[in-house]
């Protein structure tokens, strides 16, 4: 049985009678035989819609409850362990003298003095006893001196392997304190009355480069740090080295949705250790619940 077309073009002009028997006969409309091979199938409406489907998936936009980048503070649940560690005191420290200018982060005077080499040292084997890197664990130290030395004093004695020290380069600073740079430590409770009054307060400022930060402002890097780890590890365990307690405290209020204007209640001794959870807080440390609590962070009333 052949195929026959029906053609759109109009059909040729019929000969008249007078026309000589030579001519040659009509056409027959084309036919397609049996044995010459199909190159078309049937489109199939179910096939159709299950390709579109998937060659659409990738495009599909991502559910906002799956979106790991989008970190919040208070987080719901963290896909990483964390421990906080501030770094053992540093020269300047031990001179007593406020030093937070990020251009000196680096210089040897921003480093360990002898007493934070030995407070860094008790830091590493505390996190060994609280087996914080019994499986695998990275260390995120900022690139200030004596927080990068801590950070390779805790990974010799956790025997972490170096490619596993990962520097931060800004978002670990520590806080800027504006003119109240170079001096006295004690001079530094002034800033935390101000930080107890606002979180929006900043030390004055001074014109030699060191930043004046308030605690929102610091907030908001400690946020961008952990939107980086939450992003980038999965069920690990991080270790978090900073140069100063302030950096700690804010992060901690943060993530357990504490009021940030009484971050300093949560503050760290040189060498510090704290998992990351509510019970790590020192129970002399812990002011009255009902004026702690901040679920929008860094608006706390």
């Not at 307690?245 to 250790?273: C, K, M, W, Y």
Request: aromatic share 6%.
């Amino acid at each position: 049985m052949s195929t026959t077309f029906a053609s759109h073009t109009p059909p040729p002009p019929q000969p008249s009678s007078s026309s000589s028997s030579s001519s040659p006969p009509l056409q027959s409309p084309l036919t397609i035989p049996k044995n010459v091979p199909t190159f078309f199938t049937p489109i199939n409406r179910r096939h159709l819609l299950a390709s579109l489907s998937i060659s659409l998936t990738p495009f599909l936009p991502i559910p906002i409850a799956r979106a790991r980048g989008l970190f919040q503070m208070p987080p719901p649940r963290l896909s990483n362990r964390y421990f906080l560690v501030r770094a053992g005191e540093s020269e300047f420290e031990s001179l007593g003298v406020i030093n937070t200018n990020p251009v000196a982060k680096t210089s040897v005077d921003s480093g360990l003095s002898e007493r934070g080499k030995k407070q860094t040292a008790r830091a590493a084997l505390e996190l060994m006893e609280m087996g914080a890197c019994e499986g695998n664990c990275w260390v995120w130290p900022s690139i200030t001196q004596r927080a990068y030395q801590a950070a390779e004093i805790i990974a010799a004695v956790n025997g972490v392997n170096r490619s596993h020290i990962v520097p931060e380069y800004s978002f670990l600073d520590a806080r800027g304190l504006g003119a109240y740079e170079g001096k006295n430590l004690e001079s530094v409770s002034e800033v935390y009355e101000s930080d107890s009054l606002s979180p929006n307060i900043k030390p004055p400022p001074i014109n030699d480069g060191t930043p004046n930060e308030s605690v929102a402002d610091v907030f908001v890097r400690v946020t961008q740090l952990m939107s980086i780890l939450e992003t980038q590890y999965s069920e690990d365990t991080v270790i978090i080295v900073s140069p100063d307690s302030d950096n700690l405290t804010i992060l901690q209020a943060g993530l357990l949705g504490l009021d940030l204007r009484r971050h300093r209640d949560l503050s760290f001794g040189p060498g510090e250790v704290r998992f990351v959870d509510a019970s790590s807080i020192p129970t002399y440390k812990q002011p009255a619940s009902a004026v702690y609590k901040c679920s929008n962070p860094p608006s706390c009333t």
